[in-house]
């Protein structure tokens, strides 16, 4: 069974620039998340889906960051526009749903933003 | 909100000895202790994880011990391979939460 892909696997833009990264989770999946991660640190919870509905998105940059899941499957996070204080990791993830239940990671997209 | 607390950040051992890496948090009502392996260029991965309602869990080399009183959980990793060499985080979620929060990672090199 495939895991959790994300492309790219790299992106470099310019400044002011818009980006978009594509997320396709485990086949059968409900929960989505994307997480933003700085480098030497840990992840940090952007957006989390149930199914096409977004929930617990508190965390993410509205004014710049936008996501969607239509049809609760794959995912698109949009950041526009990048600002250099973008560049860092930005991991997708799935999960069966309910409490407490592993989170599956995709290989994440690294973005440098110059 | 959850903070949690991850040490330390490197940790270097020879190949067979035993590695831990401590964890603290704060949120009392934490109930769901999950730690994660990074391997470079990777997406973190799923490499045991404890409940509230158990002291220990072990799985092969590795174990994980909690303590609910004094707040906190460790991951021992016996006869350490260099295979073992990532980045290792803890977390935390909150009950009630599907959200976990995150330490800071703990590099692991293990050296032949």
């Known amino acids: 069974e495939a895991g959790v892909v994300q492309s790219p696997r790299y992106k470099i833009i310019e400044k002011k620039q818009p980006v978009a990264f594509w997320c396709n989770p485990i086949?059968?999946?409900?929960?989505l998340y994307w997480y933003l991660q700085n480098l030497g640190q840990g992840p940090e919870l952007l957006i989390r889906y149930e199914n096409e509905e977004a929930v617990d998105d508190s965390q993410l940059p509205k004014d710049r960051f936008s996501a969607e899941r239509l049809k609760g499957v794959d995912s698109t996070l949009k950041i526009q526009p990048a600002e250099l204080g973008d560049s860092a990791v930005y991991l997708c993830?799935?999960?069966?749903?309910?409490?407490?239940?592993?989170?599956?990671f995709g290989q994440g997209t690294r973005l440098t933003v110059v | 909100g959850e903070n949690v607390e991850q040490h330390p950040s490197t940790l270097s051992v020879q190949e067979g000895d035993s590695a831990v890496i401590k964890c603290t948090y704060s949120d009392s009502a934490s109930n769901y202790f999950p730690w994660y392996k990074q391997e470079l260029g990777k997406g973190p991965q799923l490499i045991i994880d404890i409940r509230s309602n158990v002291g220990e869990k072990k799985d092969q080399r590795i174990a994980v011990t909690l303590n609910k009183t004094a707040k906190h959980f460790s991951l021992h990793i016996t006869e350490t391979q260099p295979e073992d060499s990532a980045v290792y985080f803890c977390a935390a979620t909150p009950g009630g939460s599907y959200i976990p929060t995150f330490g800071r990672g703990t590099s692991l090199i293990v050296h032949p």
């Open positions: 086949s059968g999946h409900n929960t």
């Open positions: 993830a799935s999960s069966s749903g309910g409490r407490n239940t592993e989170a599956f």
